[in-house]
T-cell receptor, first 114, second 116 residues
Framework: GENVEQHPSTLSVQEGDSAVIKCTYS??????FPWYKQELGKRPQLIIDIRSNVGEKKDQRIAVTLNKTAKHFSLHITETQPEDSAVYFC?????????????FGRGTQLTVWP | KAGVTQTPRYLIKTRGQQVTLSCSPI?????VSWYQQTPGQGLQFLFEYFSETQRNKGNFPGRFSGRQFSNSRSEMNVSTLELGDSALYLCASSLVGTGYSGNTIYFGEGSWLTVV
């Protein structure tokens, strides 16, 4: 099955700086890569996703890049704010009929210091 | 519209007991999947249901089971509870189209299970 590796496990940045989280995946059949943000005690919430026919996607301060050849994708957060502090999870989705399954990375605890 | 609803939100059970968790997906969503979240193992896939059929199952023992009803609501059951089953159990739903994988998955708030 798919294996998703996520780095770093913790990340501390100063408010206003950029944060980058990187993930790699193993199954070349994966073609859907969402990122979730989970605040303490809350549900994981989708913040951005990318599909394998796209190399980059941006939504305001958040961007995701995908390199299918190298099997890695990254989350970029610019102009970080204290409310960006949370655990971020990357995931990879299977192709085919099993549409509901995602393989998750272990998460990155992002702390933004004011 | 309403999001994914899970009940109960918190529960405490004793080793050896069994527990049933319930999930109501977003209206119109027909796929429901379940995940276990623990600090040590992260988010792990349990199983996925679509049109009352289990389509995929993760690497969990047979004590973990589930089902889906005709209205897409789903339940999961854990029998003979062990201390290691203490976790946040997350339900997620997605709108399933045909021929394209990668439908957005939306999570519920989860059910916090503590086994003592």
């Amino acid at each position: 099955g798919e294996n998703v590796e996520q780095h770093p496990s913790t990340l501390s940045v100063q408010e206003g700086d950029s944060a980058v989280i990187k993930c790699t995946y193993s199954d070349s059949a994966s073609n859907y890569f969402p990122w979730y943000k989970q605040e303490l005690g809350k549900r994981p919430q989708l913040i951005i996703d990318i599909r394998s026919n796209v190399g980059e996607k941006k939504d305001q301060r958040i961007a995701v890049t995908l390199n299918k050849t190298a099997k890695h994708f990254s989350l970029h957060i610019t102009e970080t704010q204290p409310e960006d502090s949370a655990v971020y999870f990357c995931a990879a989705g299977e192709r085919g009929s099993t549409l509901g399954r995602l393989y998750f990375g272990r998460g990155t605890q992002l702390t933004v210091w004011p | 519209k309403a999001g994914v609803t899970q009940t109960p939100r918190y529960l405490i059970k004793t080793r050896g007991q069994q527990v049933t968790l319930s999930c109501s997906p977003i209206s119109g969503h027909r796929s429901v999947s379940w995940y276990q979240q623990t600090p040590g193992q992260g988010l792990q896939f349990l199983f996925e249901y679509f049109s009352e059929t289990q389509r995929n199952k993760g690497n969990f023992p047979g004590r973990f089971s589930g089902r889906q009803f005709s209205n897409s609501r789903s339940e999961m059951n854990v029998s003979t509870l062990e201390l290691g089953d203490s976790a946040l159990y997350l339900c997620a739903s997605s709108l399933v189209g045909t021929g394209y994988s990668g439908n957005t998955i939306y999570f519920g708030e989860g059910s916090w299970l503590t086994v003592v």
